[in-house]
């Protein structure tokens, strides 16, 4: 599916150009700006220490495949997929045990991250896109797809408008192939669920997962499940109703996790979501390196939509010294897009994350959730009425 280069051929890529790229003492002074592709074939900029990082980055993975192997061999093949502990009273204890103490060595691998050949496997059945599949026809995907060719909708027109602006230059995404590939995933699902149809930042989220996942029926079932039950209700809908709300719950959490941060963002009348709308809706694959973005996403399939709060407040936190110092929003803004664009280390914002920010259960999320709703709700109808007080002026 993925275009002229395998994902053989990008790693090999890769590997071969950051070789060449070992910076010197004087290249290093020189502060020189390289560019390359990394292994799911998009270009990377950055300096020689960024090279240095990604260097680093590439030997992690293949350390953290060699220990995915060492558990394949002795618990065997596809253990991690035998995670889920039974309520049937026909299961031993001894199984039972097995499964819980595979499910606690899986979160801890997982956060380590997934080796690249694995993940569309583990995605698949972790995230319950699987599960979703098996509940229709084999041939659901080809008969949607077929039964919506030629439609033209709102949806429809707004996809065809956002596909050009989708990764622009990517090797494959940027080609009429990719285009056509994305269309289809993205109007298929425009049709399986009218309320949200399409909205702007799924383009994104669906492209990433089509080079993940190298088939559009595997990247039209990931976006299914995502949407449909790993992220929050009327997150895409019209009126982006959930990702307001989202909006609201994360800047609580700012203020509860980062106190200082909050307070002095408060005084310079910095609103989080100009920053954090555009985490939330493309999760991250607008702001992120990809394999970050991915070693992200790695974890939410596994562990829920909580996490995406961790690493938004991961990022605020890691440059809490300097945000505390800024005197305007453009400055605040700077900083966050700077700090996003060069995370190339995933393990970096996934220690922070995790260790520093703390545990967030999803009990305590949704309590914020239902907190923050009614006001939000408010809110979009006044919003609603005023508009409809305009329009109703006008005539």
């Not at 993975?61 to 394949?72: D, I, P, S, T």
């Not at 039950?229 to 203020?255: I, M, P």
């Not at 999803?362 to 609603?384: A, F, G, H, Y």
Request: glycine content about 4%; hydrophobic content about 40%.
């Amino acid at each position: 599916m993925y275009g002229t280069k395998s994902k053989i051929d990008l790693a090999f890529e890769y590997q071969s150009q950051v070789a060449v790229l070992r910076p010197s003492i004087h290249s290093r002074r020189a502060n020189l700006t390289v560019k390359f592709q990394d292994l799911y074939g998009f270009t990377v900029e950055g300096n020689v220490d960024d090279v240095n990082v990604l260097n680093e980055v590439r030997e992690k993975v293949r350390q953290q495949g060699r220990v995915w192997w060492a558990l394949e061999a002795s618990k065997g093949a596809n253990w991690y997929l035998h995670t889920t502990i039974g309520q049937s009273s026909a299961l031993t204890s001894s199984l039972k045990f097995s499964a819980l103490t595979n499910a606690i060595t899986l979160k801890k691998l997982i956060r380590k991250g997934i080796p690249p050949v694995l993940r569309p496997k583990i995605w698949f059945s972790l995230s319950g896109a699987a599960k979703k599949k098996s509940t229709v026809p084999d041939s659901y995907y080809d008969d949607l797809t077929k039964a919506v060719d030629g439609k033209v909708t709102p949806a429809t027109r707004q996809i065809d408008h956002d596909l050009p602006r989708t990764f622009p230059g990517h090797p494959w995404l940027d080609t009429p192939e990719g285009h056509a590939a994305l269309r289809r995933v993205l109007v298929a699902y425009s049709f399986r669920d009218s309320d949200v149809g399409y909205c702007q930042g799924l383009n994104y989220v669906a492209a990433l997962l089509l080079l993940v996942m190298k088939t559009e029926e595997d990247a039209f079932w990931m976006l299914a499940v995502l949407l449909e039950n790993v992220l929050v209700n009327d997150c895409y809908t019209n009126n982006l109703s959930g990702c307001h709300v989202e909006q609201r719950v994360f800047k609580d959490l700012l203020a509860k996790k980062c106190p200082r941060i909050a307070s002095h963002l408060e005084s310079l009348e910095f609103d989080v979501s100009l920053v954090a709308t555009e985490w939330f809706l493309c999760l991250f694959s607008k702001s992120l390196p990809s394999e970050t973005t991915l070693r992200v996403w790695d974890v939410i399939f596994n562990e829920g939509a909580k996490v995406i709060f961790n690493v938004a407040l991961a990022i605020f936190k890691m440059k809490e010294d300097e945000l505390i110092l800024t005197h305007h929003v453009g400055e605040v803004i700077n900083i966050l897009q700077t700090t996003t664009h060069h995370l190339f280390d995933p393990d970096d914002l996934l220690t922070v994350a995790f260790d520093k920010i703390g545990s967030m259960t999803t009990n305590t999320i949704s309590k914020q959730r239902k907190k923050q709703e009614p006001e939000v709700m408010k809110e979009l109808d006044q919003r609603i009425r005023r508009l409809n007080s305009l329009r109703t002026d006008d005539k």
